[in-house]
């Protein structure tokens, strides 16, 4: 089962925001992702129409999304 653990990546370094899930000697695989920022949704071919709708669509769920009593299902 793969795990997936944030961090950053400084000084040659990699610093993990939170602990992970083992205690023992485990095998890594380490990804690095653009920095924070816009999305360019064209790019990626959606149209404003549908960006539109799915901004529309995930509004029902939100509330769900941020509840902490979803945290449960969050190892799953």
Not at 32 to 52: H, M, S, V, W, Y
Not at 67 to 75: E, I, K, L, R, S
């Amino acid at each position: 089962m793969l795990t997936s653990v944030e961090g950053i990546y400084r000084d040659g370094k990699i610093e993990l925001l939170e602990e992970p899930p083992t205690a023992r000697e485990s095998r890594v695989i380490v990804t690095f992702l653009e920095k924070n920022g816009p999305i360019d949704l064209r790019a990626l071919g959606i149209t404003e129409e549908q960006a539109r709708d799915m901004r529309n669509r995930f509004q029902s769920f939100i509330g769900d999304w941020d509840d902490p009593a979803m945290d449960v299902y969050n190892d799953l």
